[in-house]
């Protein structure tokens, strides 16, 4: 199918296609948009075939959901701090793509599911996607908003074949699960992975009444950093705390505007010690809240721990190779096995784009892909950032000790992890480690459709380019263990979305109150009002 009225194309209906989608075309109501979804429901992560049971948000109601239309929780609905499951977030999305219909066409009406994306061309100044068999959708701009947690990354497991079991990623979680809980005679669950993926399966399975054995590797990069969801004051939960600027101020950011706070708080040796003894202290109230050295089963010492909780057995070991109803570890110990599920994470490239088309487009890639010149080009920017990273923010000088993850790929080269110094006519959304999605995808839809409208532009390109190796080396500085990639700034929420709307020239977001603006959390209310702006700044397009 070839159809050559369409305005945009975009890839994937997760947060970041729909919320991209919604924007585009409160502002271009008779715009010509598509999207191409390979699964048959929308949500991406929230969609409801990788739903299950115990998967919660890890946002609050009043931080979740987009600013358009609330959230909404059935009375007597479960609630723990104001975070909620993420069957509403399901619900809530499928209801949101029905409810906003533009010049008689709903978003659900203008998603073609089950259309799985082969590969990308670019002819004539318009991109043709190529689908399965002979189905290609043309148009001249496209919108590549798949995120990071659409291929699973599988591990090597030796003895894979002798195992007679099932074995799954997380993606699969929700539907195998049903299955797997259900089948009395495979009582044994194995996790393999420390991430909230693994937690959450960890957690679900034990639920079910499995024997869960949680393997997190000793070679790899432990468990993840979980913190206690109670909130203080007026903030609801931890995450509204995270959410603020005055915490955000706190941590160092490259997204920020330099000025007398950030200058006094991360540039002075005493504003240093201030900040290092808040996080300690934070440190040691989730240590507090963990109990790590006195719950029962614990062993002396974090690094030591391998515990046994009600059903659950936790080993910090190597897996050495699997066997028929078993997996044996590199101590000695043979854990009974029936069913694999592996949290392990994501594989980050795009499978429908070229090697070719990788490199030119500023993605991820080996460094033997790419031409001399350009590669030593981008390590002295890279050296050159990364020395102002460290004259503007010291502390990052000498990291604590961490595992480093050896990644034989060039960071990211996409300005604001979004749009690609060599092609105007394609983005990438939801190409970014935040802590929250929703936000994160309105704030780029925003500045997407600015940028495709040429309503802004990039500067100038050596300074594009300074840029953008600025973000990758403080990436790589603050986030020492995952922050290779150029693109991991997970405590960098507030800063990256006021970013994208100051880049926008856009300030509806922010509070009246000089007090209120520091201290209130990041609420999904705050951007009800950028449409209003922006409408009123550029003028509805076509």
Same mark, same amino acid.
């Given at each position: 199918m070839v159809d050559s009225s369409l305005d945009v194309i975009v890839i994937g209906a997760g947060l970041s296609g729909i919320a991209f989608s919604r924007f585009y /075309?409160?502002?271009?109501?008779?715009?010509? /948009?598509? #999207? =191409?979804?390979?699964?048959t429901c929308v949500g991406g992560v929230w969609s409801s075939s990788r739903l299950y049971n115990a998967f919660w948000s890890q946002s609050g109601l009043r931080m979740a959901g987009f600013s358009d239309r609330a959230i909404e929780l059935p009375p007597g609905a479960e609630t723990y701090h104001d975070i909620f499951e993420a069957k509403f977030v399901t619900k809530y999305l499928e209801e949101y793509v029905d409810s906003h219909v533009y010049?008689?066409?709903?978003?659900?009406?203008?998603?073609?599911?089950?259309?799985?994306? !082969?590969?990308? $061309?670019?002819?004539?100044?318009?991109? $043709?996607?190529?689908?399965?068999?002979? $189905?290609?959708?043309? !148009? +001249?701009?496209l919108v590549v908003a798949t995120g990071h947690t659409s291929r699973p990354a599988m591990p090597t497991l030796p003895g894979k074949d002798n195992f007679l079991g099932p074995i799954l990623h997380q993606k699969d979680f929700g539907k195998a699960s049903i299955e797997v809980f259900k089948d009395s005679s495979r009582p044994n669950v194995t996790v393999l992975g420390g991430g909230k993926s693994a937690a959450d399966m960890v957690y679900a399975s034990a639920k079910a009444g499995k024997n869960v054995a949680w393997i997190i590797r000793r070679d790899g990069e432990g468990p993840a950093a979980f913190a206690a969801a109670a909130g203080k004051g007026p903030y609801r939960n931890g995450p509204e705390i995270a959410a603020t600027r005055m915490m955000s101020a706190l941590s160092p950011s490259c997204f920020?505007? +330099?000025?007398?706070?950030?200058?006094?708080?991360?540039?002075? !040796? @005493?504003?240093?010690?201030i900040?290092? $003894?808040?996080?300690?202290?934070?440190?040691?109230?989730? @240590?507090?809240?963990?109990?790590?050295?006195?719950?029962?089963? !614990? /062993? +002396?010492?974090?690094?030591?721990?391998?515990?046994?909780?009600?059903?659950?057995?936790v080993f910090r070991e190597n897996l050495l190779e699997l066997r028929d109803h078993s997996i044996l570890l590199e101590n000695g110990i043979e854990v009974p096995a029936d069913t694999l599920f592996c949290g392990t994470g994501w594989d980050p490239h795009y499978p429908f784009l070229s090697k070719t088309q990788t490199v030119r =487009?500023? /993605?991820?890639?080996?460094?033997? &892909?790419?031409? %001399?010149?350009?590669?030593?080009?981008w390590n002295t920017l890279l050296e050159a950032a990364d020395e102002e990273v460290v004259r503007r923010f010291p502390q990052l000088a000498e990291p604590p000790t961490f595992i480093e993850r050896r990644l034989n790929a060039t960071p990211t080269r996409l300005y604001n992890c979004i749009a690609p110094l060599s092609d105007k006519s394609i983005l990438f959304l939801g190409n970014i480690y935040l802590s929250n999605a929703f936000r994160t995808a309105e704030a780029q839809a925003v500045w997407a459709t600015a940028y495709l409208d040429n309503n802004i532009a990039l500067p100038p390109t050596e300074q594009t380019k300074q840029e953008i190796a600025y973000m990758a080396a403080f990436s790589s500085r603050r986030y020492p263990s995952h922050?290779?990639?150029?693109?991991?700034?997970?405590?960098? =929420? #507030?800063?990256?979305?006021?970013? =994208?709307? @100051? &880049? #926008?020239? %856009?300030?509806?977001?922010?509070?009246?109150?000089?007090?209120?603006?520091?201290?209130?959390p990041c609420l999904a209310s705050d951007l009800s009002q950028v449409k209003g702006e922006y409408l009123a700044k550029f003028g509805k397009q076509k």
């Open positions: /075309l409160d502002t271009h109501p008779k715009g010509s /948009l598509i #999207v =191409l979804e390979e699964d010049d008689g066409k709903s978003l659900r009406d203008r998603i073609l599911f089950g259309f799985k994306v !082969a590969s990308l $061309q670019k002819s004539a100044d318009t991109w $043709q996607v190529h689908g399965a068999g002979n $189905q290609t959708i043309s !148009a +001249p701009k920020t505007e +330099p000025n007398w706070l950030s200058s006094l708080i991360h540039g002075t !040796a @005493r504003g240093r010690r900040i290092a $003894q808040i996080w300690i202290g934070a440190d040691e109230a989730c @240590r507090k809240e963990a109990n790590f050295e006195e719950r029962h089963g !614990a /062993l +002396p010492g974090f690094a030591n721990l391998r515990s046994s909780t009600r059903n659950v057995s =487009l500023g /993605l991820p890639h080996a460094a033997e &892909d790419e031409d %001399l010149s350009t590669l030593q080009e922050g290779k990639t150029g693109n991991y700034f997970h405590m960098d =929420l #507030v800063g990256y979305t006021d970013k =994208l709307l @100051r &880049d #926008v020239g %856009l300030v509806s977001h922010r509070k009246y109150w000089w007090w209120q603006d520091i201290f209130s």
